[in-house]
């Protein structure tokens, strides 16, 4: 029987490129949490001499960067520039091997020519690893890279996220040189950093603001603030990877309407499409068990979205929230005490309230619940109100439960509290998410948001994490 050589990098890749045999090259291979490869993503390979290398990851994932002109065996640095990854003051670093594996200790090698030539762009983050110089660009990476934006734009500050890897000699059987980036590190407290962050360092208020996801840029954006809806509807999409334009029409509906219909479904009002959030949340919660005669837990009332394309709706039990509930282990319940098994770490609230002598206002108002073991509850919300026509331009801030005390105080307030599930490693969809197909913008038929095309996989749970760019000067 012949015995057949294995295939080379040089032979696999002689179609698109003219290859010397004796060079050196990289051959990178980029993939979700679940395997499955990442296409048409930017990659930056940083050079000894501060320059960096451009190449898209074809379909299968991979992006190959050849005639490196360095020695085998040069230390390189790999970045994912419009991935969020990490969001800390740290330098985050991996070493991947040729199988692919992560050495999650990543301490550099102590070559010297590593020390004198890479250990300069070590602490680089992501905004200024892509202000460095590009040399050799791919057409097609060279004609989406919108450099003049983006480098004028510092939104990646907190993200220093390497993979140090090596030259190889381009004859090397492929299977051997190939070296795999699984993206599987961002945490759930570093997604809500970077968000909460973002709108508190630029005194993001409560204004009716302008909030979608940019195709093109592969990345959020906002400017101004937002009003209740908005934010959940923003938060939820930047959260789980709704990496597509949203549709801004989605703020004109209420909470419940959002939280109650899942992705899946071209749901609209007032002839405004927009995707839910249920398969990605639980609840809403049950009220907690109370004696017959406490009268906290006001009675069902029949009042719910619409929740299936047939119109099928149905009853959702809002509990009545009193001020003595609201702090920890007061009495023989509380809110954090009674559904402290229920309650994920982040959660979406509604509420109804009344002014005295008034009635009940249902679902007018909602937020972000957060059950921080440290800080106890604390919320995320864009509380505020209009007046005259004027916004009142209440700063959007991560604090405690003083706008839902004063309301439970003095406005009969009731809650609906859906838990979010928990986000996978490297701030993935839940593993529930996506039952049914996720609809983008072009199977709802908004023709008013295309700007560009993501990428997202139509399964949204393999779609990635994106940075959020405030998009205007900080207001004052």
């Not at 639980?282 to 406490?294: A, K, N, S, T, V």
């Not at 009332?301 to 959702?316: A, E, F, I, K, V």
């Not at 038929?445 to 779609?463: H, K, L, M, T, Y």
Request: aromatic share 10%; net charge negative.
């Amino acid at each position: 029987m012949a015995i057949t050589a294995p295939p080379t990098i040089a032979g696999a890749q002689k179609t698109k490129f003219t290859i010397n045999r004796v060079d050196t090259c990289v051959l990178l291979k980029v993939t979700t949490l679940d395997d499955a490869p990442v296409h048409n993503e930017r990659v930056l390979l940083i050079l000894p001499s501060g320059q960096t290398r451009a190449r898209a990851t074809d379909y299968q994932g991979e992006a190959f960067f050849d005639r490196l002109g360095l020695p085998a065996s040069t230390p390189l640095y790999v970045v994912l520039p419009d991935v969020l990854e990490a969001w800390t003051s740290d330098v985050v670093e991996y070493t991947l091997d040729q199988e692919g594996k992560v050495d999650v200790e990543a301490v550099p090698p102590a070559d010297a020519d590593w020390r004198g030539a890479m250990a300069a762009h070590a602490a680089l983050n992501k905004d200024e690893v892509d202000k460095l110089e590009k040399v050799d660009p791919q057409g097609d990476v060279e004609a989406r890279d919108t450099a003049h934006r983006r480098r004028q734009r510092n939104y990646r500050q907190r993200d220093a996220t390497k993979y140090l890897v090596r030259a190889g000699p381009t004859n090397t059987p492929i299977e051997r040189a190939r070296v795999t980036l699984r993206i599987d590190r961002l945490t759930e407290e570093e997604k809500f950093a970077h968000v909460t962050e973002t709108f508190m360092n630029n005194n993001a208020w409560y204004t009716s603001g302008t909030l979608n996801y940019d195709g093109a840029e592969n990345r959020w954006f906002a400017r101004g603030g937002a009003v209740c809806n908005q934010l959940a509807n923003f938060f939820l999409g930047y959260w789980v990877n709704h990496n597509n334009a949203y549709t801004s029409g989605a703020t004109s509906t209420d909470m419940t309407r959002q939280m109650e219909n899942d992705s899946g479904t071209d749901y609209s009002m007032a002839n405004y499409p927009y995707r839910g959030f249920r398969d990605v949340l639980d609840g809403p919660l049950d009220p907690p068990p109370l004696p017959e005669d406490d009268q906290r837990l006001m009675p069902v009332r029949s009042y719910s979205p619409r929740t299936q394309r047939d119109g099928t709706r149905q009853n959702l039990s809002w509990v009545r929230i009193r001020p003595a509930d609201l702090e920890n282990n007061v009495g023989f319940w509380s809110l954090r005490t009674a559904w402290q098994d229920a309650l994920a770490t982040y959660n979406v609230y509604s509420y109804a309230s009344q002014k005295p002598g008034g009635t009940l206002i249902f679902d007018h108002h909602g937020g972000f619940l957060i059950n921080d073991p440290q800080r106890g509850l604390l919320t995320f919300a864009a509380d505020g109100y209009k007046s005259g026509g004027v916004y009142s331009h209440t700063p959007t801030v991560v604090k405690g439960l003083d706008v839902i005390h004063s309301a439970a105080t003095n406005r009969n307030l009731h809650l609906l509290v859906w838990p979010i599930q928990p986000l996978r490693p490297g701030g993935y969809a839940p593993a529930g998410a996506g039952a049914v197909r996720y609809f983008d913008d072009r199977d709802m038929g908004d023709v008013n948001v295309r700007r560009g095309q993501s990428a997202i996989d139509p399964e949204f749970r393999q779609s990635l994490s994106r940075f959020v760019l405030w998009d205007a000067a900080p207001n004052p």
